[in-house]
């Protein structure tokens, strides 16, 4: 049982409190305050619990995680045991992003555009309606530019809505063998002011797999040179240094690897933040 005093909660009252971990190995169960949150049997994925309703202000508020794994042996690799991935506090206004809440696609990619769809889930906390809207845009390296499809609309009390945007994204040309970085960004607005800003980092590629002329990324042929980045450290101890997974990407890159498999378990968020400047740099 590991207790974490949290900071009086005077300055989050009226807010949306949220508490996500990155990984806990295993059998994870979590209170705050006494007050039960839930139990993760899977070690290896990200889950949050909602704070908000037992937050007590004027005080320190605890948070209390147990962890279960003396059932051995459960793995075939050295798991860790423990919170052994990050943690992170969002504090957010009652009308945000939901969690995980935007989904962006490419359903048409050429040499000269390509269209993006960016559906974003809005979620209301609060004790009323609220009249928002959220219209989504996105930024290249040689321009930024709002979507059409993101007008006004109403989100209920306790509700989630979905809003869907397209547009043509007129990015700067695909070059062989690299993506096209853009950054997609969703922001709520209730009565003309910003409650809520959730960037999305997405790369633009065409990827074809031709019976006579293998694999092609924007046109190019592409030979397979792939790696497999397995669990997070286990050499080094769990909690995995970010400099750690950045030397790991970095030393893949030179050596000619192109795509990058995480084994077979939900691998830690700073990964996808390396593979995104390794994919842009090659």
């Given at each position: 049982m590991v207790?974490?005093?949290?900071?009086?909660?005077?300055s989050v009252r009226g807010r949306t409190v949220t508490i996500e971990f990155g990984g806990i190995y295993e059998n994870s169960e979590v209170w705050i305050n006494g007050q039960y949150l839930g139990k993760r049997p899977y070690g290896y994925i990200?889950?949050?619990?909602?704070?908000?309703?037992?937050?007590?202000?004027?005080?320190?508020?605890?948070?209390?995680?147990?962890?279960?794994?003396?059932?051995?042996?459960?793995?075939?690799?050295?798991?860790?045991?423990?919170i052994y991935r990050r943690t992170w506090l969002l504090v957010t206004n009652p009308v945000h992003v939901a969690y995980w809440g935007t989904f962006v696609t490419t359903p048409h990619v050429s040499q000269e555009a390509a269209t993006m769809q960016i559906e974003t889930r809005v979620r209301n906390d609060g004790t009323r309606a609220a009249g928002a809207r959220w219209p989504p845009a996105y930024s290249t390296r040689t321009a930024k530019r709002a979507v059409r499809g993101g007008g006004p609309g109403g989100c209920g009390r306790g509700r989630l809505r979905v809003r869907t945007a397209g547009d043509g994204c007129q990015a700067q040309p695909l070059v062989g063998g690299q993506s096209v970085p853009v950054q997609s960004r969703s922001t709520v607005r209730v009565e003309d002011r910003v409650v809520d800003q959730y960037d999305t980092p997405i790369g633009i590629r065409e990827a074809v797999f031709d019976a006579d002329k293998g694999f092609l990324l924007n046109g190019e042929h592409v030979k397979l040179n792939g790696v497999c980045i397995h669990h997070d450290a286990g050499c080094v101890g769990l909690p995995?240094?970010?400099?750690?997974?950045?030397?790991?990407?970095?030393?893949?890159?030179?050596?000619?690897?192109?795509?990058?498999?995480?084994?077979?378990?939900?691998?830690?968020?700073?990964?996808?933040?390396?593979?995104?400047?390794?994919?842009?740099?090659?």
């Open positions: 207790p974490q005093a949290l900071p009086s909660a005077r990200p889950f949050s619990y909602d704070l908000t309703p037992h937050l007590v202000f004027g005080r320190d508020n605890v948070i209390a995680v147990k962890v279960d794994n003396s059932h051995q042996t459960n793995c075939r690799w050295y798991s860790g045991s423990g995995c240094p970010s400099g750690c997974g950045n030397g790991a990407s970095s030393c893949c890159a030179r050596w000619g690897a192109t795509p990058s498999a995480p084994a077979t378990i939900p691998t830690r968020r700073s990964f996808w933040t390396c593979a995104t400047a390794w994919d842009s740099s090659s």
